[in-house]
């Protein structure tokens, strides 16, 4: 099959992306994934670079940078977070508990939609709040189905471990306990787009008080349920 556009320079940047998405690579690993000349290859990467299409991580090798998240964010923003909205409320009500909608960028998990519990103590994360995908429910749910390599790399300063992950992906749903802040217990289940990848989170969290320090076993089907109906909205909307 021919993939070429007819405009090559836009194909040879597509083939550079396409390289990056198994993972960080080094200037020779782009040479030898692409085919590309190796000037051809550092041109692009640094071009792609300067456009936040292509970043660097801390031992210098490119990856897939922000502004490729904020368009994927807004190409589907519109309809899951249509979506989000009466079903986190419906999950808050079901639970008792603050319900929250989180995508993951980089490194980090952004809190894009959430229904908070009207009064009492509750876990408070307003939309919009960037937490670490080293610690949480959510954290689990969206790198427990990640390729091998992006999985291991993301454990490396995790608060979990890949058996906590693989707990993960033969239940179905996440759960965590005083792991992102003292106190505090969530339950996170994955919401998953028309390729069956894992795009999103839903979970809800509060006091282990309420919670207790199994959290699953209260609201685990509750949450799961919340992220199916997210899925199936999302793959209507296809």
Known sequence: MDNSSGVGVLDKAAVVLGALEAGPATLANLVTATGLARPTAHRLAVALEHHRLVARDIQGRFVLGPRLGELAASAGEDR?????????????????????????????RICVAASERPAGLRDTVPVGATLPMTAGSAAHVLLAWEEPDRLHRGLRDARFTATTLAGVRRRGWAQSVAEREPGVASVSAPVRG?????????????????????????????????????????????
Do not use: W
């Open 80 to 108: 899951l977070l249509a979506a989000a909205v009466p079903v986190l409320a419906m999950l808050r009500d079901e639970t008792g508990e603050s319900a929250q909608l989180f995508r993951r960028q980089g490194q980090h």
């Open 194 to 238: 028309p390729s069956n990848r894992v795009v999103a989170a839903v979970s809800v969290s509060g006091p282990i008080e309420r919670l207790t320090r199994q959290p699953g076993r209260l609201h685990a089907v509750a949450v799961a349920a919340a992220a199916q109906k997210l899925t199936e909205a999302l793959r209507r909307a296809k």
